[in-house]
């Protein structure tokens, strides 16, 4: 339980929900962090606040780069992470407490190359509750998830921890220049992986804000 993670989180026009979501990396309950920023040519207060959490936090590493869309904020954290154990959180989205060390412990248990856990969608006013007991871990083979992915629609990049090497020796990344890049780019990681184990719990909290930028085209 003491291997390094990288959270990458990429970074546009996010100013009114950049602080509930680095606040509640920066909570985790797993202290074995690196919290990379990517700061895709944002052009409100995002790079200002960004750094400011840099400077007061030295797990956080911020990159600023021109805009080039969220597939290329993605890859830019790839290439910058030093963790043999990455996960992707959306930067108007936040987590639970226990978000990491919850997957890490499924990666572990299971000795898999991907853990997946449940999301809830949130929506203005909405009360949020994470409390259901989760079901038994479930581990899946390579067949088995993919059919899983299918059946079940598991596409975000969220949500899900994945060893690094997965993305590195297969040479994964997210393609730019299309909409909802997830779907091709996890279902190769998916491919690619001997062991995926999944539960339901409820650890991540995906906001769902049709004038969000991460919401859009």
Same mark, same amino acid.
């Given at each position: 339980?003491?291997?390094?993670?990288?959270?990458?989180?990429?970074? =546009? &026009?996010?100013?009114? =929900?950049?602080?509930?979501?680095?606040?509640?990396?920066?909570?985790?309950?797993?202290?074995? $962090?690196?919290?990379? @920023?990517? #700061? #895709?040519?944002?052009?409100?207060?995002?790079? +200002?606040? %960004?750094?400011?959490? +840099?400077l007061?936090?030295?797990?956080i590493?911020?990159?600023?780069?021109? &805009?080039?869309g969220l597939?290329?904020?993605? &890859?830019?954290? $790839?290439e910058?992470?030093?963790?043999?154990?990455?996960?992707?959180? #959306?930067?108007?989205d936040?987590?639970?407490?226990?978000?990491?060390?919850?997957?890490?412990?499924?990666?572990c248990?299971?000795?898999?190359?991907?853990?997946?856990?449940?999301?809830?969608?949130?929506?203005?006013?909405?009360?949020? %509750? %994470?409390?259901?007991?989760?079901?038994?871990?479930?581990?899946?083979?390579?067949?088995?998830?993919?059919?899983? =992915?299918?059946?079940?629609?598991?596409?975000? +990049?969220w949500?899900k921890m =994945?060893?690094?090497?997965?993305?590195v020796?297969?040479?994964?990344?997210?393609?730019?220049?299309?909409?909802?890049? #997830?779907?091709?780019?996890?279902?190769?990681?998916?491919?690619?992986?001997?062991?995926? %184990?999944?539960? &339901?719990?409820?650890?991540y @909290?995906?906001?769902?804000d049709?004038?969000?930028?991460?919401?859009?085209?």
């Amino acid at each position: 339980m003491n291997h390094k993670v990288s959270i990458i989180v990429p970074v =546009y &026009n996010v100013e009114k =929900y950049l602080e509930r979501c680095i606040d509640s990396i920066r909570q985790q309950d797993y202290a074995e $962090l690196e919290i990379i @920023l990517i #700061d #895709d040519g944002s052009t409100d207060n995002s790079p +200002a606040m %960004c750094d400011k959490y +840099a400077l007061a936090d030295q797990r956080i590493v911020v990159v600023h780069k021109e &805009n080039g869309g969220l597939s290329s904020a993605r &890859n830019k954290g $790839l290439e910058m992470a030093t963790s043999p154990f990455i996960t992707f959180i #959306d930067s108007d989205d936040w987590i639970t407490q226990d978000y990491v060390s919850y997957l890490m412990n499924m990666i572990c248990k299971a000795d898999a190359d991907i853990a997946i856990i449940e999301y809830l969608k949130v929506k203005k006013g909405q009360k949020i %509750c %994470c409390t259901a007991k989760a079901s038994p871990l479930e581990k899946w083979n390579t067949e088995e998830a993919l059919i899983k =992915y299918l059946e079940r629609e598991m596409y975000p +990049a969220w949500g899900k921890m =994945y060893k690094k090497s997965l993305f590195v020796d297969n040479n994964i990344q997210f393609p730019q220049g299309r909409i909802y890049e #997830d779907i091709d780019t996890i279902f190769k990681t998916i491919k690619s992986a001997k062991v995926i %184990c999944h539960s &339901n719990a409820i650890k991540y @909290l995906y906001w769902r804000d049709d004038k969000s930028i991460t919401r859009t085209s």
